[in-house]
């Protein structure tokens, strides 16, 4: 069932995408990695707002997880510079006047706290 939430967190509806998404925001398996990061990078603030909220709140207490972020991150420099720069491009594009600052985007300030699990 998880291999299926993390394909269905790719759906074209951003309703589905959601619902899969808190699936695997629930698991503590590896494997959900790189899905929600590519959440991150995308255009529907309500799952970067969930993504947030989880970074901010769950991970913490789940043990590994945090370090499995951060080392999935360091490890693909590129896919994380790209990602970094699509939820730039959408905040910039859609949400700068709901999120007057950058810092406050959820997309962009989940994906800085992941960088450094030391602050969760």
């Not at 370090?67 to 910039?92: H, I, M, V």
Request: charged residues 20%.
């Amino acid at each position: 069932m998880l291999v299926l939430s993390c394909i269905y967190s790719r759906h074209h509806d951003g309703f589905v995408r959601q619902e899969f998404a808190s699936r695997i925001l629930a698991s503590d398996d590896a494997c959900v990695i790189p899905f929600v990061v590519q959440l991150l990078g995308e255009y529907v603030v309500e799952i970067c707002a969930d993504v947030e909220r989880f970074v901010l709140e769950s991970l913490p207490t789940r043990p590994n997880m945090p370090e499995g972020f951060a080392t999935f991150l360091a490890d693909n420099p590129c896919y994380t510079a790209l990602t970094k720069q699509r939820a730039t491009s959408y905040w910039s594009c859609y949400y700068r006047r709901q999120y007057p600052s950058r810092q406050t985007y959820p997309g962009l300030v989940a994906l800085d706290a992941l960088r450094t699990p030391a602050d969760l």
